[in-house]
């Protein structure tokens, strides 16, 4: 009999030793459950010829052929991928709707001795519930943001914060994006889907009692949208505004995107677009000083041309409460080390 999981954290909360996913691999690239390995019975080839015999032949032929190579799959999966296991092990096994796939996989395991289980409604009553819990629900966590200007190293106070105990949701590491016009990271965004995935677990593994601090962000990070719950708890958090000299902020900013202010080509891709906002001399100035390869003059005149601007206009449209402010001489390590102890003592007063 299939599991019927109710809500997002008794799903999250399984007591499983392995969830396996029986999708094709391009099902399991876009999104899957947390921590799930891809143990596809069909691939992506095998999967779109027994769709395209269903439609243009017989329902009956695409079944028969269905069959023979979930099997086989499986029975390949069975003898190299999972031959470890004990008699003991326990896995859970999901596909699209909880149908044939799964069901097929998790019979052939059953049928060894293994205790294994499939999710009833599969892959669709996941994002069921994940849509529920970020779309529907009132996010049950209480949010403290992080503000400031930009290059007041929120995101580096957010892991200071984690190793001292306080509960961070980082926001920008799940999205795999620093939440800037030049914040592309290596590998690229993940999808919406799977955004919101890593989204909800890392919400779920939170203790909704404890506050949680998150870095102030707009409604997008990158091409990914913050879902509803999310951004509505996110927009009314209060704030703690996080201050610092435009020198600190110039000196931190060249060394946390290096990265991209060694890339020429890079750089002037992203920053002409912008001559329609900020006038052509001004842009022009930019692409002199990355030809000139003066890393922090071209810093500075970001901030003070772009991103201060763009700050100081999004924060007269913000009602949120302001719990404290606090002002940091320097963003090196112990400086980050001495703001998060004064965020923590400031966590414990509200």
């Known amino acids: 009999m299939a599991l019927n999981f109710t809500d997002l954290p008794s799903l999250y909360a399984h007591d499983f030793d392995t969830v396996i996913d029986v999708r094709s691999p391009a099902e399991f690239a876009e999104d899957h459950l947390p921590g799930a390995i891809n143990l596809p019975v069909l691939d992506n080839d095998e999967r779109a010829r027994v769709g395209t015999i269903y439609v243009q032949e017989s329902p009956f032929l695409a079944r028969k052929l269905g069959a023979a190579l979930v099997f086989r799959n499986a029975a390949n999966h069975i003898e190299h991928s999972l031959s470890h296991h004990e008699g003991g092990w326990k896995p859970l096994v999901y596909c699209w709707r909880g149908g044939q796939r799964s069901g097929s996989f998790t019979w052939m395991l059953q049928q060894i001795g293994w205790r294994a289980e499939v999710v ?31 290059g007041t190293a929120k995101t580096d106070l957010l892991k200071h914060l984690k190793t001292r105990g306080v509960q961070v949701l980082d926001l920008e590491g799940l999205a795999n994006h620093r939440g800037s016009l030049l914040g592309e990271m290596p590998g690229g965004q993940p999808s919406q889907k799977a955004f919101e995935s890593a989204l909800a677990a890392a919400l779920c593994g939170l203790d909704p009692a404890r506050p949680v601090v998150v870095e102030a962000e707009s409604s997008k990070i990158g091409t990914l949208i913050l879902p509803p719950s999310v951004w509505t708890a996110l927009r009314c958090a209060p704030r703690i505004q996080v201050q ?75 009602t949120a409460e302001v719990v404290a402010q606090i002002e940091v001489v320097t963003l090196d390590e112990a400086g980050l080390n001495d703001t998060a102890a004064r965020i923590e003592r400031i966590l414990d007063q509200l």
Request: aromatic fraction near 10%; glycine fraction near 6%; charge should be neutral.
């Open 244 to 318: 610092a000299s435009i020198e600190a902020r110039t000196a931190y900013l060249a060394r946390a995107y290096d990265d991209i202010l060694s890339d020429a080509d890079r750089l002037q891709d992203r920053l002409s677009p912008l001559r329609f906002h900020r006038g052509h001399e001004v842009v022009d100035g930019w692409l002199a000083l990355i030809d000139a390869g003066d890393k922090l003059a071209l810093t500075r005149a970001l901030m003070e041309q772009h991103y201060d601007q763009s700050y100081a206009k999004s924060s007269r449209a913000r």
């Open 120 to 150: 009833e409604g599969g892959y669709r009553t996941y994002r069921r519930l994940v849509n529920r819990f970020l779309y529907e629900d009132p996010l049950p966590h209480h949010l403290i943001a992080l503000d400031g200007y930009t």
